[in-house]
């Protein structure tokens, strides 16, 4: 098997995000752009319109090409998305030295802004491959662990917890009414959310579920944007687990 065979063999866009496949050398005329030039256009309009706002004819409009020129710089949408999602991981954040559980706590509240700054990464799939900026990221928060001395498979569990719960509060936060909305919203909102807790209070004790009906009160319920403390528990949970589970 040739060079060239195990490169059609890797997922779309992996060898190109790693500069390996550069569009000089696909078939055709030079180029008159440059992939960068690409990517920032569907970077554009993924911040607008989020990762479904991100079409090849529209790219193609964009920079000014027709959408079948377009193809001489990036081989499919798949792997316009893996260059476009590389791109907007940009550099990890840097990690305090000497305390593992500091740098973890850091690194999981830098991916949640991350998310929050680019909402439309929470829907880049997540079976796509290792590219350069989210393999730096994994490197950094790797190294800030290493003094546990966890196996490689319990250091990638570590990180697949740390990065869910990244995801996760993001994804409510992005869900959340904003300000403007709820101003153009029900004007009696607080009058409505003591509505559906009468409502759900009384069907909940009705079945028994006394328990879910006694969290109802809590302020976190219905509230209009989840709170800020709410990731930072469940944060300090998971790296107390994680430091419980190194300190056995």
Do not use: Q
Request: charged share 25%; hydrophobic share 45%.
């Amino acid at each position: 098997m040739t060079e060239d065979d195990d490169l059609e063999s890797l997922p779309p866009g992996l060898a190109a995000a790693w500069g390996v496949v550069a569009p000089e050398g696909r078939r055709g005329p030079k180029p008159a752009h440059t992939v960068d030039e690409v990517i920032e256009v569907a970077a554009g309009l993924a911040d607008a319109e989020g990762l479904a706002g991100v079409s090849l004819p529209k790219v193609a409009a964009r920079v000014g090409v027709t959408a079948n020129a377009l193809y001489r710089y990036v081989s499919s949408k798949d792997e316009l998305v893996v260059l476009l999602a590389d791109r907007a991981w940009g550099d990890p954040p840097a990690l305090p030295d000497g305390e593992w559980r500091e740098a973890a706590a850091v690194w999981a509240r830098r991916l949640f802004e991350r998310f929050g700054e680019r909402p439309w990464l929470l829907d880049v799939p997540t079976t796509v491959p290792l590219t350069p900026h989210n393999a730096a990221w994994l490197d950094a928060l790797l190294a800030a662990l290493a003094p546990t001395r966890m196996p490689a498979h319990e250091l990638l569990d570590c990180a697949y917890l740390l990065d869910s719960h990244a995801r996760y509060g993001a994804n409510l936060r992005r869900n959340a009414p904003t300000p403007a909305a709820l101003r153009r919203g029900n004007p009696r909102r607080a009058e409505a959310s003591r509505a559906v807790r009468g409502f759900l209070d009384d069907r909940l004790r009705d079945r028994g579920l006394d328990a879910a009906a006694d969290v109802l009160g809590d302020p976190v319920f219905l509230a209009d944007e989840p709170s800020v403390d709410g990731f930072e528990f469940g944060l300090a949970r998971i790296l107390d687990g994680i430091e419980a589970h190194v300190g056995r």
